[in-house]
């Protein structure tokens, strides 16, 4: 759908990841707790860390991390 609507205005379209891919499955997950849950982190049991620990470290390659974008930023550009 981007991909039309970028072709249909005479536009590129580029995806970019917000964030680099070091603990991001934590990092993120920590936010979101501590923003819309009104919690702290370490009032979570370390088992449910080592969930995300694993995510960040064992199921996923750093260049798959940097591709999988929790948060990203998508910019049109015109062409000339």
Same mark, same amino acid.
């Given at each position: 759908?981007?991909?039309?609507?970028?072709? &249909?205005? =005479?536009?590129?379209?580029?995806? #970019? =990841?917000?964030? $680099?891919?070091?603990?991001?499955?934590?990092?993120?997950?920590? #936010?979101?707790?501590?923003?819309? =849950? =009104?919690?702290?982190?370490? +009032? $979570?049991?370390?088992?449910?860390? +080592?969930?995300? &620990?694993? #995510? $960040?470290?064992?199921?996923?390659?750093?260049?798959?991390?940097? $591709?999988?974008?929790?948060?990203?930023?998508?910019?049109?550009?015109?062409?000339?």
């Amino acid at each position: 759908m981007l991909d039309r609507i970028a072709r &249909d205005h =005479g536009a590129e379209v580029h995806f #970019y =990841g917000l964030h $680099d891919h070091v603990g991001q499955f934590r990092r993120h997950f920590t #936010y979101m707790l501590e923003t819309y =849950g =009104g919690m702290k982190a370490t +009032d $979570d049991p370390s088992w449910a860390w +080592d969930i995300f &620990d694993r #995510y $960040d470290n064992e199921s996923f390659s750093p260049e798959m991390l940097l $591709d999988l974008a929790l948060e990203g930023c998508i910019l049109f550009r015109k062409m000339r």
